[in-house]
T-cell receptor, first 115, second 113 residues
């Protein structure tokens, strides 16, 4: 069964450094999402992406965050200057089919630890 | 605002049936999803409902009543491997091309021998 793949599985970074989290969505999927989950808390929506542009973003997704689809397969989340509170599990998800008719499938996540 | 409530923890016995409830108050409702999440892992899709009624998928079933803002996930013939957190998530539309998921805090199910 096709999967969403994320790399790296774990990223340890000093505060203030830039990080790039990478995702390869399921091929032929059209809608892409980033979520995060702080340890012990619920999964939170960050941003959605369609047709090479941001469709929606949450209040969490401030100017320090950006997303990009640099080629036909990768989907990246960049945090420009990391803060301690950015420590969390980051999940990429993709969704296929027509408008809102299929479930979102999640990757295994990247555990981001900011020191 | 968007609000999703589900019990924090439940305990059940191997081989039994358990029902996990979820109530929601959201705007732009476009479906309710259930995911399973083992500790430290990604959410795995289980079931979803867009219309009222029961959806059955093997040992898992999910029910939705949109007028009551209520859903439940039913797990039958419980196995030890079903011990996990079960996440209720509402898909909401905002007029754009994508539909984000709003998650509840999850129900941690412990299956005992």
């Amino acid at each position: 069964e096709p999967e969403v793949t994320q790399t790296p599985s774990h990223q340890v970074t000093q505060m203030g450094q830039e990080v790039i989290l990478r995702c390869v969505p399921i091929s032929n999927h059209l809608y892409f999402y980033w979520y995060r989950q702080i340890l012990g808390q619920k999964v939170e929506f960050l941003v959605s992406f369609y047709n090479n542009e941001i469709s929606e973003k949450s209040e969490i997704f401030d100017d320090q965050f950006s997303v990009e689809r640099p080629d036909g397969s990768n989907f990246t989340l960049k945090i420009r200057s990391t803060k301690l509170e950015d420590s969390a599990m980051y999940f990429c998800a993709s969704e296929g089919g027509f408008y809102g008719q299929q479930p979102q499938h999640f990757g295994d996540g990247t555990r981001l630890s900011i020191l | 605002g968007q609000n999703i409530d589900q019990p924090t923890e439940m305990t059940a016995t191997e081989g039994a049936i358990v029902q996990i409830n979820c109530t929601y108050q959201t705007s732009g409702f476009n479906g309710l999803f259930w995911y399973q999440q083992h500790a430290g892992e990604a959410p795995t899709f289980l079931s979803y409902n867009v219309l009222d009624g029961l959806e059955e998928k093997g040992r898992f079933s999910s029910f939705l009543s949109r007028s009551k803002g209520y859903s439940y996930l039913l797990l039958k013939e419980l196995q030890m491997k079903d011990s996990a957190s079960y996440l209720c998530a509402v898909r909401v539309v905002n007029g754009g091309a994508t539909n984000k998921l709003i998650f509840g805090t999850g129900t941690l199910l412990a299956v005992q021998p």
